[in-house]
């Protein structure tokens, strides 16, 4: 295939370097954007005068047609054009002959990759936007079931004090709320159109910018035609949101693997998300859980490929930037493959809510509440925090527990205690009390609930600054 740029070269080159150079095996992924591009690009040249009318309709037909026939898997890609933009210029010249030769008029392949990177990369922001919608569904759904579901609440993975399910899914709501916050911010930041920026100094047709970006979209072009072509800061952005995404995804995940474990019993993986062991019959693995806390390294990865490959690069596009692509690929596909399987995993899990209640009831979870009860009674905190302590040491060298002690036994450790104590370290009034706005009583949590049904129907995805 005939390369773009012949004319200042006379010796061949070499095989291995013009493959080592080559991006297409990658880069046609971006083959409808460069499309959208191309198509956008003609249709303001003509505007501008710098392509006749006929030129231009011959030009957008070839186009169209190129578009329907790889469509339609009429045309392969020939990956042996150095890029996507090397095919659809040739494959466009060999359809309509001389004219398709002035399709790259006032463009250069900086201008046109970075275009077809933006185009393509904000599909991708509003997709992951949208998964995460789905799964925020699944969690909210969980929430208004579990308003009553008791279970422990740990710090430092110790049980700490009872609180619900819906609470305990309630965080990562909030998380994944804000991951969808970073995906419109990003979006608005990035809503530029580069294309006119030329190979780095704009150009001297007499291009309109605005028209241009307008067609495609974008809230106006950039303002800058060095940056344009080397700005790789919505893709680092980007790749930042999704290790974020994944880091939340690994911690559920990793909740979830301990929940499903044999020793809590607290959930059950659907079969669809589980897998067996070839040797131990007995096993059911969670192993979606697993990967997806695994994959979360791959993502951070990226991020971090992309951040070391842009941190010597002087103005304006250097071939360095090639690499963007095939790692932030990845990264936005791995997020996407997670983000539906969670979600698939999460709505079908079961919970098992006795062995739940019965843990939130195991470990001590109400100290802090019999400790509170004392100072209803008008102990100073510290002391009862003291006596308390006492207590928990008593009922551990009994094995026993707080509510299991007769008023006699607790009135040896304080006279403060009166038949009222065991309904306030009742597990249900452990969670009920808890009213302050973002705590897991149920009245605040009907609350909190239902802002976010009002979030998750109304909120659509800011498109516009
Ligand atoms: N394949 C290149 C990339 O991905 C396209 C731009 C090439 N420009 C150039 N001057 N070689 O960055």
Same mark, same amino acid.
């Given at each position: 295939m005939a390369q773009l740029w012949g004319g200042r070269f006379v010796g061949e080159t070499d095989k291995m370097a013009y493959e080592f150079n080559a991006s297409i095996g990658f880069d046609k992924r971006l083959f409808e954007e460069d499309i959208e591009g191309s198509i956008a690009h003609v249709t303001m040249l003509a505007r501008q005068g710098i392509l006749t009318e006929a030129e231009r309709d011959s030009i957008l037909q070839g186009l169209s047609g190129i578009r329907d026939d790889v469509r339609a898997g009429?045309?392969?890609?020939?990956?042996?054009?150095?890029?996507i933009h090397s095919f659809v210029e040739a494959c466009l010249i060999g359809r309509i002959g001389d004219v398709g030769k002035k399709l790259h008029t006032g463009r250069s392949r900086n201008d046109q990759v970075a275009l077809d990177m933006r185009l393509y990369t904000r599909k991708r922001v509003r997709q992951t936007d949208g998964l995460l919608k789905e799964l925020l569904s699944v969690i909210l759904a969980t929430m208004e079931e579990h308003l009553e579901t008791c279970m422990p609440g740990f710090t430092h993975l110790q049980k700490a004090q009872p609180i619900t399910l819906a609470h305990h899914y309630g965080a990562y709501f909030e998380m994944f709320r804000r991951d969808r916050q970073r995906m419109a911010d990003i979006y608005m930041r990035m809503n530029y159109c580069p294309l006119g920026a030329g190979a780095l100094a704009?150009?001297?047709?007499?291009?309109d910018r605005e028209y241009t970006a307008a067609l495609m979209g974008f809230a106006g072009p950039t303002r800058n035609s060095m940056d344009s072509v080397s700005d790789r800061d919505y893709l680092i952005e980007f790749l930042s949101a999704l290790a974020t995404v994944m880091m939340h995804l690994s911690r559920f995940s990793e909740e979830i693997i301990i929940w499903n474990s044999n020793e809590y019993q607290f959930v059950e993986i659907d079969d669809a998300y589980s897998t067996g062991s070839s040797i131990m019959p007995q096993k059911k693995n969670p192993d979606i859980a697993e990967l997806v806390r695994g994959k979360t390294g791959r993502v951070y990865g990226a991020l971090m490929s992309l951040l070391t490959t842009m941190k !010597?690069? @002087?103005?304006?596009?250097?071939?360095?930037?090639?690499?963007?692509k095939e790692l932030s690929f990845d990264a936005m596909d791995t997020v996407h493959d997670c983000l539906i399987l969670f979600t698939g995993m999460l709505r079908t899990m079961r919970f098992k809510k006795e062995r739940m209640a019965d843990s939130a009831m195991k470990?001590?979870?109400n100290a802090t509440d019999a400790a509170d009860y004392l100072v209803g009674k008008g102990v100073p905190f510290r002391d009862a925090h003291g006596i308390v302590g006492r207590l928990v040491l008593y009922c551990v060298e009994r094995g026993t527990s707080i509510e299991k002690l007769s008023l006699e036994e607790l009135r040896k450790i304080?006279?403060?205690?009166?038949?009222d104590i065991y309904d306030a370290v009742s597990l249900k009034t452990c969670v009920e009390k808890r009213?302050?706005? !973002?705590? @897991?009583g149920t009245e605040v949590m009907k609350q909190v609930i239902a802002e976010y049904r009002a979030y998750l129907e109304h909120d659509v995805f800011r498109k516009a600054p």
């Open positions: 009429r045309l392969a890609v020939d990956e042996t054009c150095e890029d704009g150009t001297t047709y007499p291009l !010597g690069l @002087p103005l304006a596009y250097n071939k360095d930037m090639q690499e963007d470990g001590f979870t304080s006279d403060q205690f009166q038949e009213l302050t706005l !973002g705590a @897991p």
